[in-house]
């Protein structure tokens, strides 16, 4: 079969998922091929034929070539203000190679003034008309070869983002019209959440031939005959990825030690609101299962990709060391208390954590089931700074259990730990449509369409959106002037390149 990841998402690393599906289908002897068609439709439209309209676009046409090979060599992230021009200016090319009146393409979104990405008739609407498309170019001019090459029946979608879902219901238009007699089947975290939604009905059922909800390895089996199979996690297969195409500098490779969040508690989470069953490995196998990534494709980084890695997982990484550094999200453990176990995971390659701090108010977070206590925080935050690890803290505004005089305490707490925090990632709430909390909220649709997964509510506290926002612009941002700038589109995904690479001078 063939399986294809849509754009638009990031494109500096392959995509998991369909890594993943592979590794499952090739160990049962069941042919498959992936074509990444985000990084090779951005780059397609990137190195299209475009016409400058200002003297911006000008300067970054005649460089084309030097930014994109800049991006991906590590001298770039020595500096972030040389680092932000490229990007900038790539992104302008990437913007006007379409119609930018009606499309708003960028390194990391995609929008339609047209269509909704969250309104299932749009989507539909997206694979008739997939002519108008930004992407029916390339589908013709690079997917279609490859799929007549291939002469498969079945073709995978993986539909993960928001980002991806009106060019991926393009992509299965186009497909149904012209390749006749194949069949489409959809998987991915987008279309698992809207499968999750008590209310859904099957919207697609005349386009795509089969949906699959959660994860796509053992239902896939099943459809080409492999019944019961009981295996869960597979190291994934990177074998489709090319050198020197994604916009990083080095070979990154995302890896999985877990299925779902070992905690699961926090009541802000949709990965609760939809209660993906946890699943996990011995971190001894998971260790195994990653040498052999290390071994197979000599990754320069591996981007640990769990919702949050475990603490066992933890402590078997930093007993190692690998040909690769590394990066993910991870919880405020008790094991950070230690700084000689900051230390030694900084010498297994740890360049960056990812944090999720979520609020500096204790009681926010004793509300929100957060298992967080500050008092550890600022222990950990030190002892990563000192270790040479990188912190990406990740704060969240406006939930129901938070007022203003709680978000000037996250402030404070900020301030008074800057010194150990690297970059700060500032949400603000939305509120997961199907959460155990919509049921005691004053509620309101959030956006128009049936698809939509998050709702308005009126803030018990009257600590609305408006009011977190202008808090967050007028006094949290100016305030906390210390904090580095996230790498513009790319964010934690680029991140950590800049422990190895910058230049403080
Ligand atoms: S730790 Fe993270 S993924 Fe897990 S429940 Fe909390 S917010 Fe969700």
């Given at each position: ?193 809207w499968m999750s939604r008590p209310d859904y009905s099957d919207p697609f059922k005349d386009l795509i031939d089969i949906t699959i909800k959660g994860e796509g390895e ?227 649709e959030f956006y128009h369409g049936d698809l939509s997964l998050y709702l308005n509510f009126n803030h018990p506290m009257g600590w609305d959106r408006r009011q977190v ?37």
């Amino acid at each position: 079969m063939l399986l294809i990841f849509p754009p638009v998402a990031k494109p500096c690393e392959p995509p998991a998922g369909v890594a993943l599906l592979s590794a499952a289908l090739k160990e049962q002897e069941i042919d498959c091929k992936i074509i990444d068609a985000n990084v090779e439709g951005l780059l397609y439209l990137i190195n299209s034929d475009i016409i400058p309209v200002d003297s911006w676009s000008q300067r970054a046409l005649k460089h084309r070539e030097s930014i994109l090979s800049d991006l991906k060599n590590s001298t770039v992230y020595k500096n972030m203000d040389r680092y932000h021009q490229r990007v900038y200016d790539l992104n302008k090319l990437l913007s006007i190679s379409v119609d930018n009146k009606r499309f708003r393409i960028t390194l990391s979104d995609y929008s339609d003034s047209k269509l909704s990405s969250v309104n299932s008739k749009d989507l539909l609407k997206s694979a008739k008309e997939y002519k108008e498309n930004p992407f029916y170019n390339y589908f013709e001019d690079k997917l279609r070869n490859q799929i007549e090459e291939l002469n498969t029946e079945f073709i995978g979608i993986s539909l993960c983002y928001l980002n991806q879902a009106l060019v991926s219901f393009a992509l299965a238009g186009w497909i149904k019209d012209n390749f006749k007699g194949k069949k489409i089947i959809m998987g991915g975290g987008l279309i698992s959440s809207w499968m999750s939604r008590p209310d859904y009905s099957d919207p697609f059922k005349d386009l795509i031939d089969i949906t699959i909800k959660g994860e796509g390895e053992q239902p896939l089996l099943e459809f080409f005959g492999k019944k019961n199979i009981e295996k869960r996690h597979f190291i994934p297969d990177y074998e489709f990825v090319k050198d020197d195409v994604y916009l990083a500098p080095g070979k990154i490779l995302p890896f999985r030690g877990s299925i779902g969040c070992y905690w699961s508690k926090c009541r802000f989470c949709p990965e609760k609101a939809e209660t993906r069953p946890y699943s996990s490995q011995r971190a001894s196998k998971v260790l195994d299962d990653l040498k052999v990534i290390d071994r197979k494709y000599k990754p320069d980084y591996v981007h640990l990709i769990d919702n949050a890695v475990t603490p066992a997982f933890l402590k078997a990484l930093s007993m190692n060391t690998f040909g690769f550094k590394w990066y993910g999200f991870v919880r405020f453990e008790k094991e950070f208390l230690d700084q000689d176990f900051c230390h030694n995971l900084k010498k297994s390659g740890c360049e960056m954590l990812k944090l999720g701090l979520e609020s500096g108010d204790q009681g926010v977070l004793d509300q929100m089931k957060k298992g967080t206590d500050l008092k550890r925080v600022s222990i950990i935050l030190k002892n990563l700074h000192h270790a040479g690890i990188l912190t990406f803290v990740y704060l969240l505004f406006g939930t129901s259990f938070e007022d203003s005089r709680a978000a000037v305490k996250t402030l404070d707490y900020v301030k008074s730990h800057e010194k150990y925090i690297d970059y700060l990632n500032l949400a603000v709430f939305n509120l997961p449509k199907f959460s155990e909390d919509a049921n005691s909220l004053d509620t309101s649709e959030f956006y128009h369409g049936d698809l939509s997964l998050y709702l308005n509510f009126n803030h018990p506290m009257g600590w609305d959106r408006r009011q977190v926002k202008q808090f967050l612009d007028k006094t949290f941002k100016k305030q906390v002037s210390h904090i580095r700038k996230n790498p513009a589109f790319f964010s934690s995904n680029h991140a950590a390149f800049f422990n190895t690479f910058e230049d403080k001078s």
